[in-house]
């Protein structure tokens, strides 16, 4: 029997200097080799869930075929400067991959 694995990485999130007001995304790509454990994505931002917004200013998407995650950022504000951590988590374990968004004022 196989030994489980858990998730990685192939693309990892990079940093990213964004004006104020001016939209961000960040990608990554999730290696998943146990097919039997679908993942789970989560985006973080300054220890913050990324969660669905009335606002529609945040939106995350995972392609599990093809493991593209995406989080978008539309018109960053200076909250928004900081950390961003994104997890892919199934039942044999989690990775995660962290940048910084820098926001600029003109």
Do not use: Y
């Not at 990213?16 to 001016?22: E, I, S």
């Not at 869930?49 to 998407?61: A, M, P």
């Not at 539309?74 to 820098?102: F, M, N, Q, W, Y």
């Amino acid at each position: 029997m196989d030994a489980a694995i858990a998730p990685s990485f192939k693309r990892k999130i990079m940093d990213q200097k964004v004006a104020k007001n001016c939209g961000a995304m960040f990608f990554a790509e999730v290696f998943n080799p146990m097919a039997d454990s679908p993942v789970k994505v989560q985006w973080f931002i300054n220890g913050e869930k990324v969660s669905r917004d009335v606002s529609k200013r945040f939106l995350t998407k995972f392609e599990p075929k093809n493991g593209k995650a995406v989080l978008t950022i539309a018109e960053c504000t200076l909250r928004d400067e900081g950390d961003v951590k994104c997890i892919a988590e199934t039942a044999h374990g989690s990775a995660e991959c962290c940048s910084k968004l820098r926001v600029v004022v003109d």
